[in-house]
């Protein structure tokens, strides 16, 4: 299934789908889901993890469940761009609504919910996650529409 047959669709129900269809086979991964944990991680310690992967598998990169997702955040369709230096920053958590408003709050520097309802409302971000999933390496655009998050390609 691509992520293409999915353009316009709400995030949070592309996830759902996706996480439903994985359920609990080892041999399928999907980076997309409706869990909230994760934490981001600097671009220094990314390079770190990839090489000790690299390393541990003799050189082989083996595919992993808990694989880094990429995350970069544009400037807004206003012109505002993002104020953090370290981008793309990862994410080893799900894909999903939640992550992609945290990283606007992370690249735009937000502090309170307030500020960010209304820089969202107003400059429609997106975010683009990059990502290595069952079917190999992929990338999801998903825009911010004034109420939830749309994939837009």
């Known amino acids: 299934?691509?992520?293409?047959?999915?353009?316009l669709r709400r995030l949070n129900d592309f996830a759902a789908q996706r996480e439903r269809e994985v359920g609990d086979?080892?041999?399928?991964?999907?980076?997309?889901?409706?869990?909230?944990?994760?934490?981001?991680?600097?671009g220094w310690t990314m390079s770190y993890r990839r090489a000790g992967l690299f390393y541990n598998s003799a050189g082989r990169m083996l595919f992993q469940k808990d694989e880094m997702?990429?995350?970069?955040?544009?400037a807004t369709e206003t012109g505002i761009k993002p104020l953090t230096?370290?981008?793309?920053?990862?994410?080893?958590?799900?894909?999903?609504?939640?992550?992609?408003e945290l990283a606007v709050w992370w690249?735009?520097?937000?502090?309170s919910?307030?500020?960010?309802?209304?820089?969202?409302?107003?400059n429609h971000p997106s975010v683009i996650f990059s990502y290595i999933d069952?079917?190999?390496?992929?990338?999801?655009?998903?825009?911010?529409?004034g109420e939830f998050w749309l994939i837009t390609d």
């Open 25 to 42: 086979n080892p041999f399928i991964h999907s980076p997309f889901g409706l869990k909230e944990e994760g934490n981001f991680v600097s």
């Open 85 to 100: 230096a370290d981008m793309p920053f990862g994410w080893d958590g799900k894909i999903n609504e939640n992550t992609a």
């Open 1 to 7: 299934m691509k992520i293409s047959d999915f353009e």
């Open 69 to 74: 997702i990429l995350i970069t955040v544009p």
């Open 107 to 111: 690249a735009f520097e937000i502090t």
């Open 113 to 122: 919910g307030s500020e960010a309802d209304e820089f969202m409302r107003t």
């Open 134 to 145: 069952s079917d190999g390496p992929g990338e999801i655009t998903v825009q911010f529409n």
